[in-house]
């Protein structure tokens, strides 16, 4: 139980271009949804908490602007990369929770931004 | 407020030696710990929690961490190194909603 995917696991993508992540809580519906970035050889740095039908609330440094999230139902988030450019370029972790106090890690997405 | 500092960013061991990464946290709240495990290029997967029951806790693949609320510490130790242990390690705090990660500990097995 408590599995979660991402799609795509690798994207390549032309600067300029906008780019969606999907993170889905396959068997548990996801109250909270979170979304990090992590640079190689670095650790995960939170980008943003969406709780389903609201706002997320971004950490200080991202831009809410280019980074789109969307939770729409209780088991969908998702990440739209806007206008990405090659500083973009990183590993997205989704993680997925219910009432409790534990997480549950998508397995990432590869973002390359030409 | 609260954080979490990994004090080795490498740690190298041979197969068969036992593993110790150490992790140390700072919360102003009663804090749940976990410590999780990342091959290259995949998500995290969770090794074991704290969350207020016993201080020793057993996790997969025969890892277990001991929490000491007297040192904040939350140290993830293994009897003996298998091969397939070489990955990146991360101690996390969470409290109030709010979850820390730590800067990760690269484990390395030597045969």
């Known amino acids: 139980g408590a599995v979660v995917s991402q799609h795509p696991s690798w994207v390549i993508c032309k600067s300029g271009t906008s780019v969606k992540i999907e993170c889905r809580s396959l068997?548990?519906?996801?109250?909270?949804m979170f979304w990090y970035r992590q640079f190689p050889k670095q650790s995960l740095m939170l980008m943003a908490t969406?709780?389903?039908?609201?706002?997320?609330?971004?950490e200080q440094g991202v831009e809410k602007d280019k980074f789109l999230i969307n939770h729409a139902s209780l088991t969908l988030s998702t990440l739209t990369v806007t206008s990405a450019h090659p500083e973009d370029s990183s590993f997205y972790i989704c993680?997925?929770?219910?009432?409790?106090?534990?997480?549950?890690f998508g397995p990432g997405t590869r973002l390359t931004v030409l | 407020a609260q954080s979490v500092t990994q004090l080795d960013s490498h740690v190298s061991v041979s197969e068969g030696t036992p593993v110790l990464l150490r992790c140390n946290y700072s919360s102003s709240y009663s804090p749940s710990l976990f410590w999780y495990v990342q091959h290259p290029n995949k998500g995290l997967q969770l090794l074991l929690k704290y969350t207020s029951a016993a201080t020793l806790v057993k996790g997969i693949n025969g890892f277990e961490a001991e929490f000491k609320k007297s040192e904040t510490s939350f140290h993830l130790t293994k009897p003996s190194a298998h091969m397939s242990d070489a990955a990146e390690y991360f101690c996390?705090?969470?409290?109030?909603?709010?979850?820390?990660f730590g800067a990760g500990t690269r484990l390395t097995v030597k045969p």
């Open positions: 969406s709780n389903e039908g609201s706002k997320a609330t971004y």
């Open positions: 993680s997925a929770r219910d009432r409790g106090v534990e997480q549950f």
């Open positions: 068997d548990f519906q996801a109250t909270t």
């Open positions: 996390v705090v969470s409290a109030s909603n709010d979850m820390r």
